[in-house]
Nanobody
Framework: QLPLVESGGGLVQPGGSLRLSCAAS????????LGWFRQVPGKEREEVAC????????SYADSVKGRFTITRDNAENTVSLRMNTLEPEDTGIYYC?????????????????????????????WGQGTQVTVSA
């Protein structure tokens, strides 16, 4: 069973919109931050957006702020990326990722961190990627 499976990529004209979805397997629980990265040939994979375990906190790359929106549904174990006003520079392979949020102990109980942190420290889960092409 793959940990993460993306869908929704495709070809769109500049100024158009796309919605990417990612279905997480059962072992990727709501104790994970979820996010999207993208990669183009010759460049390093870059973080696009990340959402905290509760879904209340998000972070975005400067290049997509105001255009992209990340959301998650913990009941359905999914994360989505709504992309508006797409530009040719948004072209790339988009990868869904999950990172264990970790926890701290207070009053003798574990509390999962609720921060939008998706940077890969070698233990993230990754999907296989979906191609997004923005071209006239």
């Amino acid at each position: 069973q793959l940990p993460l499976v993306e869908s929704g990529g495709g070809l769109v004209q500049p100024g158009g919109s796309l919605r990417l979805s990612c279905a997480a397997s059962d072992f990727v629980s709501d104790n994970y931050s979820l996010g999207w990265f993208r990669q183009v040939p010759g460049k390093e994979r870059e973080e696009v957006a990340c959402i905290s375990t509760s879904g209340s906190k998000t972070s975005y790359a400067d290049s997509v702020k105001g255009r992209f929106t990340i959301t998650r549904d913990n009941a359905e174990n999914t994360v989505s990326l709504r992309m508006n006003t797409l530009e040719p520079e948004d072209t790339g392979i988009y990868y869904c990722t999950a990172r264990d949020a970790g926890y701290f102990v207070t009053a003798h109980r574990r509390v999962v961190h609720d921060r939008p942190e998706c940077e890969d420290r070698g233990k993230n889960y990754w999907g296989q990627g979906t191609q997004v092409t923005v071209s006239a």
